[in-house]
């Protein structure tokens, strides 16, 4: 029981910010705009509760928990309003989507690494960061390449201030081009990199581009496992050619498999059975969304600008050039395939 009460203050503020942020949306809606919507809001609210109030040994746990397990318990909800038709259809769209902003990020990135000295631990983060899904796949490359914390600072600051630019910018070039919900959901769903941040840009825009880009990311989220495996036989290698003491690196694939995607895909198909009613379908989908706000609420709470911006110029510079050219290539990619301006994955 401890162990649950300790979580409930930092969950219960994000929940708090989860609502205000809905409220304000309403407001919002009711004045006949559609600017920003409730996961940003709350993702701002955060950050400036943050500024004045840290999170602290009360607060601390339930605020992870809600930005890390709830995040992913409100994408295992959202399964239930999608059709796995839907799904694999929108999964076939993103590989060749995926194909090439991964080719960009581990190509180009490697080589603008070198360019900018940065050691290849710190850019292979932050490539992995940017191609896969942001913290998420730093965090489990970190340990296989036996980066250092000052690696993943940086990895996951220069992943991380990006996406916040983007999480405002996106839905702003996303209506300037004229993009359809499925094309805006597949263009952020491949060039955003954080999950948090997909889904803020993608709901920010509409609800089916959210449905989208949520799809899409989840898709992409698997290239965690080939990654990891290929990036402890890097380690691996350059280690034997370092040492030649022929020492290894233990990589544990039940640690780092992204669980929540199968749970995710088990939803979608109890719906397409139709052993999940369309009415409750529909409330367990409110329920997600209104989790994903109180997640970025939590993640706003963690997110100090101080600390980010003394990560050091290059590696913010290096992801800001890998992130801007996967931007373009996904959204190049898209008009070459036919799905931009107002295609469909339908």
């Known amino acids: 029981m401890k162990k649950i009460l300790k979580f409930v203050p930092g969950a219960a503020l994000a929940l708090v910010i989860a609502a205000v942020a809905k409220l304000l949306e309403m407001l919002e809606e009711k004045a006949g705009l559609h ?36 995040l992913k318990f409100a994408i295992v909800l959202l399964g239930a309003s999608l059709n796995i038709k839907t799904v694999l259809t929108v999964g076939k769209f993103s590989l060749t989507v995926m194909l090439f902003t991964l080719a960009t990020c581990f190509g180009l990135g490697a080589l603008i690494g070198k360019l900018l000295g940065l050691n290849w631990k710190t850019s292979s983060l932050i490539n992995a960061g940017t191609g896969i899904c942001g913290g998420s796949a730093i965090a489990a490359i970190a340990p296989v390449i036996e980066a250092t914390d000052m690696d993943i600072a940086y990895g996951m600051s220069a992943t991380f201030l990006f996406d916040m ?40 825009f509409s609800e089916a581009a959210g449905d ?22 890097i380690n691996i290698h350059l280690k034997k050619k370092a040492q030649k003491d022929g020492s290894a690196v233990k990589v544990n694939l039940k640690s780092v498999f992204p669980w929540f995607i199968l749970a995710f895909l088990a939803m979608s198909g109890l719906t397409s059975l139709g052993l999940i009613p369309e009415a409750a379908a529909s409330v367990l989908k409110n329920i997600s969304k ?14 100090d600008f101080k600390t980010l911006f003394k990560s050091g110029a290059k590696p913010m510079l290096h992801g800001f050039i890998i992130s801007l050219l996967v931007v373009l290539v996904a959204i190049g990619v898209e008009y070459m395939i036919g799905v931009a301006p107002t295609g469909t994955l339908m």
């Open 35 to 70: 600017f920003i919507g409730a996961s940003v809001i709350a993702l701002f609210i955060g950050m400036i509760v943050n500024a004045f109030f840290k999170p602290n040994d009360v607060t601390a746990p339930g605020i992870k928990f809600t930005s890390k397990k709830i």
């Open 165 to 204: 630019v983007m999480i405002v910018v996106f839905p702003i070039f996303g209506r300037l081009l004229g993009l359809s919900d499925a094309a805006f959901g597949l263009w952020a769903g491949t060039a955003v990199n954080d999950t948090s941040s997909v889904v803020a840009t993608g709901y920010a």
């Open 212 to 233: 989208f880009a949520t799809m899409v990311k989840l898709t992409r989220t698997l290239a965690i496992i080939p990654a990891v495996l290929v990036f402890a036989a």
């Open 290 to 303: 209104f989790l994903m706000v109180a997640a970025l609420g939590a993640i706003g709470l963690n997110t």
